[in-house]
């Protein structure tokens, strides 16, 4: 029974995309999805979301708090991301789109959070719930295309 390494190795992995943005978050929860019995898929969604949320809070800790420590091409990106420091709803609406569709990459809304300090708790929340939708589609493709068999 693979069942708990699948899943915890699936959520440590995606863990692991949210700081290292070349590592497919996406891909890893579509094999999972295959692999697992369907009424495991609910709580893969939930463990790797919480996984990639995990460790985008370190990134926007990290912007947030100690914003030296990152590469200069990052500091740029910044430096023309501040012109919306007092734009809240936008910033929160772009943190949900950037963690649902990638669109504009959630890394970069990551580090854009952290500078222009969207509230951490909103963060979470938009980040936990837009990622949760973007595994969910995932997942729902991955055993319609399996089966159909899906909880």
């Known amino acids: 029974m693979m069942e708990p390494g699948i899943m915890i190795g699936a ?3 995606c863990a692991l995309g949210g700081v290292l943005p070349w590592v497919s978050s996406e891909l890893v929860v579509l094999g999972a ?6 009424v495991t898929l609910p709580m893969l969604i939930v463990a790797c979301a919480v996984g990639q949320m995990s460790s985008k809070t370190l990134v926007y800790g990290v912007t947030r708090w100690a914003p030296h420590l990152l590469p200069a091409r990052a500091r740029a990106f910044l430096a023309r991301a501040e012109r919306y420091r007092g734009r809240r709803p936008l910033l929160v609406g772009a943190v949900f789109a950037g963690s649902a569709v990638s669109l504009p990459p959630f890394y970069l809304v990551t580090l854009a959070s952290g500078l222009l300090r969207v ?6 929340l938009a980040g936990l719930c837009g990622t949760s939708v973007r595994y969910s589609f995932l997942v729902w493709a991955a055993c319609s295309l399996r089966s159909g068999a899906c909880p």
């Open 33 to 38: 999805a295959v692999l697992l019995p369907p």
């Open 11 to 13: 959520a440590l992995t």
């Open 119 to 124: 509230p951490f708790p909103l963060f979470v």
